[in-house]
């Protein structure tokens, strides 16, 4: 693959990496990708409004039955595996070279494939908590709750997934992390994202480090503003990109 002798070398030279990563990380796990186009045709099938509808926070208050009934499906059913790109990510910070993963995914694929500071910016799946007195939920505990949409056990308010639904501000400490984590990175790997999600595209602007990689299936608004460009699987350049770092 070419440039990816290139890329082994800045990683080499590289202290502080952070990764920025978007859906296509995930959908090399196999996992759907609602965003995409054969997700919002199946979701305006099923439940007559697209994702970003359902997903958002009026409307989750005010059809909790379809809300559930979304979530269920696309949250409480995932079952998928860490795939390579999460898993050399996961290496990367082992071996001292890698400061954080920032993702807009909610999988927590990260987590699973070993990566201890994750930022996730818009909430996880993995994490439920009652809107009305706060008790936190596990996934586990709530896929069990007989009530249907779910209620608290302990005061009958509406238990939602910690995910940040359209119209929702980001947790400001997540945001706060994200931003300081890539200030002060050395090198930025941009990866399995068109960086159209808010708020992808501005966090770039805070970069001040030497090298930017950006690894995506199709061209971005960004590919003019990286060192190397890759628009191959994340899973097969981060792969090559660690055996030739491995024989260096
Ligand atoms: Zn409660």
Known sequence: MENIDKFAQMVKESKNIVFFGGAGVSTESGLKDYRSEDGIYNTVKEFGVPPEVILSHDFMFNNQD?????????????????NDAHKILAKMEEMGKLNAVITQNIDGLHQ?????????????????FCVNCGKAFTKKEVAQM???PHICDKCGGFVRPKVT??????DSNVEYNAVKAIQNADML???GTSLAVYPAAGYLN?????YIVLINKQQTDFDHKADIVFHESIGKVLNE???HLNIQ
């Not at 379809?66 to 860490?82: E, G, H, I, Q």
């Not at 201890?116 to 996880?124: D, F, I, Q, S």
């Not at 805070?206 to 030497?210: H, L």
């Open 66 to 82: 379809t809300f559930y009934r979304f979530y269920t499906d696309y949250f409480l059913k995932v079952s998928a595996n860490p």
């Open 112 to 128: 699973a494939g070993g990566s201890k500071n994750v930022l996730e910016l818009h909430g996880t799946i993995n994490e439920y």
């Open 146 to 148: 007989d009530s249907k």
């Open 165 to 170: 639904m359209y119209g929702e501000m980001l």
């Open 189 to 191: 790997i941009v990866g």
């Open 206 to 210: 805070y970069f001040n480090g030497k």
């Open 241 to 243: 990109m660690i055996n």
